[in-house]
């Protein structure tokens, strides 16, 4: 098994591109790997209970992990999550490179 | 967990993005570790290190140098270094020097050297893992 740690740093609402990055992390966790979605920067505003959330939570119940940055959370004013959605530190990012999962930003 | 040498490329120009400082607190985790740290700083990120950027102070908010506090990344980086040799490990930053020369930032601060793409490939042959953090 392969894990990857996709990293979102845009918001959907800005970007169309990011519903595909959900996409691919969905079809890596389909093809048997173990797959981590990290939110940071703009890409915190999805984890609001909000439209985008669903696809996020869905995620969550796909096996996919969803964590958001919680310093960008800090930043934005965001303290509640919606479900399946996790705060983490940015130490996450350090953790999988050192694990060697394939990290990729977007 | 055991030493690993580990490389981040950077794009974006000083203080347009925030996907810098998000690659700050990232080196920063990896320096506190002790981690062997290798940066290369390409397009934009190339003024990163550059030696005469200066602090300044805002009279708009009416502050002086000392209450303006401005951070350059120029410090940023000197610091990521003190920090990485305090925990035991290095880093190796290198700047593209093409970008650098349609710049006009050659004058880096210590610690850190001119270099091409050719010691991007270099970094991920040596490397236990590679971050790209692309412009937008």
Same mark, same amino acid.
């Given at each position: 098994m392969i894990s990857y740690l996709l990293i979102e740093s845009r918001d959907p609402f800005e970007s169309n591109d990011v519903p595909y990055y959900y996409e691919l992390a969905k079809a890596l966790r389909e093809a048997g790997n173990e797959v981590t979605l990290f939110l940071v920067q703009n890409g915190v505003l999805a984890a609001r209970p909000s439209a985008p959330a669903a696809a996020l939570s869905a995620l969550g119940q796909s096996g996919v992990k969803v964590l958001a940055d919680e310093f960008s959370l800090r930043e934005r004013g965001i303290a509640r999550l919606a479900e399946g959605i996790a705060a983490a530190a940015i130490d996450v990012v350090v953790d999988h490179l050192e694990a060697g999962s394939r990290t990729l930003w977007h | 967990m055991a030493k690993r040498t580990l490389t981040i490329a950077l794009m974006d120009a000083p203080y347009e993005s925030a996907n810098l400082t998000t690659a700050f607190r990232?080196? =920063?985790?990896? !320096?506190? #570790?002790?981690? =062997?740290?290798?940066?290369? @700083?390409?397009? %934009?990120?190339? $003024?990163?290190?550059? @030696?005469?950027?200066? !602090?300044? *102070?805002? *009279?708009?908010? %009416?502050?002086?140098?000392?209450?303006?506090?401005? *951070? /350059? /990344?120029? =410090?940023?980086?000197? !610091?990521?270094?003190?920090?990485? $040799? #305090?925990n035991g490990g290095k880093v190796d930053w290198v700047n593209c020097g093409m970008c650098v020369d349609e710049r006009g930032v050659g004058e880096f601060v210590d610690g850190t050297r001119r270099g091409s793409p050719a010691d991007f490939q270099a970094f991920v042959d040596a490397s236990d893992n590679t971050l790209v953090i692309p412009t937008k």
């Open positions: - | 990232i080196l =920063d985790v990896a !320096a506190r #570790r002790g981690h =062997d740290i290798n940066v290369f @700083a390409y397009e %934009g990120a190339a $003024a990163l290190a550059f @030696a005469r950027q200066a !602090a300044h *102070p805002n *009279p708009v908010h %009416g502050k002086n140098l000392a209450e303006e506090n401005h *951070p /350059t /990344t120029k =410090d940023q980086v000197a !610091a990521l270094l003190a920090e990485a $040799a #305090r």
